[in-house]
């Protein structure tokens, strides 16, 4: 079993910044931030190994940053120049023992 926890979700204007928060249960290899907005499917924004190794979306490159601190089992995901596309509920995810494990969500909305 694992469990993900997200925060630091909210309402932001357009050219503004927010911190995404991941709290995961166990240590695990790989963990990712994803996105749904209403009425489309769910995409990758971005992954991240325990080694640090990144991978981005392609409509957030440049703009998002991901990153993990091991000791507290935390997953960021920093987002800068926010664009009013960017709305969405984000979700974290965690593989463990070839299962998929999701979070909760947390809605970021970008609107004047």
């Known amino acids: 079993q694992l469990q993900l926890v997200e925060s630091g979700g909210g309402l932001v204007q357009p050219g503004g910044s927010l911190r995404l928060s991941c709290v995961v249960s166990r240590i695990i290899f790989n963990t990712g931030w994803y996105r749904q907005a209403p009425g489309k499917q769910r995409e990758l924004v971005a992954t991240i190994t325990r080694l640090g190794n990144t991978n981005y979306g392609d409509s957030v490159k440049g703009r998002f940053t991901i990153s993990r601190d091991n000791a507290k089992n935390t997953v960021y995901l920093q987002m800068n120049s926010l664009k009013p596309e960017d709305t969405a509920v984000y979700y974290c995810?965690?593989?463990?023992?070839?299962?998929?494990?999701w979070g909760q969500g947390t809605q970021v909305t970008v609107s004047s």
């Open positions: 995810r965690g593989t463990l023992g070839g299962t998929d494990y």
